[in-house]
Nanobody, 124 residues
Framework: QVQLVESGGGLVQAGGSLRLSCAASGRTFSNYAMGWFRQAPEKEREFVAAISWSGGSTYYANSVKGRFTISRDNAKNTLYLQMNSLKPEDTAVYYC?????????????????WGQGTQVTVSS
């Protein structure tokens, strides 16, 4: 079992920045690939970014590429999402998730554990 707790969400103006954190506890954090997903009101949850267990490989949705950066600190059991140049369309609840298997990182159904989410609101 892995417990995930997100933090760092809030209200920010368009063009601003936020840094999300996801603290993990339970089983060995470094055994899991990690991902960030988001869900806007009345929309499906969508992939944002993911990172391999070692941090050596990262993946991004086209909508956030060049603006968001995913990283991890396995010594601190923490996942991060640095979000710059935020846009109103980035408004959503952001979730971190952990994936044990080698299945593709883009599909939320492949993830084993989820956090409770943190709200990000970007005003225009």
């Amino acid at each position: 079992q892995v417990q995930l707790v997100e933090s760092g969400g809030g209200l920010v103006q368009a063009g601003g920045s936020l840094r999300l954190s996801c603290a993990a506890s339970g089983r060995t954090f470094s055994n899991y690939a990690m991902g960030w997903f988001r869900q806007a009101p009345e929309k499906e949850r969508e992939f944002v970014a993911a990172i391999s267990w070692s941090g050596g490989s990262t993946y991004y949705a086209n909508s956030v590429k060049g603006r968001f950066t995913i990283s991890r600190d396995n010594a601190k059991n923490t996942l991060y999402l640095q979000m710059n140049s935020l846009k109103p369309e980035d408004t959503a609840v952001y979730y971190c998730a952990a994936k044990r298997s080698s299945s593709t990182i883009y599909y939320l159904t492949n993830y084993d554990y989820w956090g409770q989410g943190t709200q990000v609101t970007v005003s225009s």
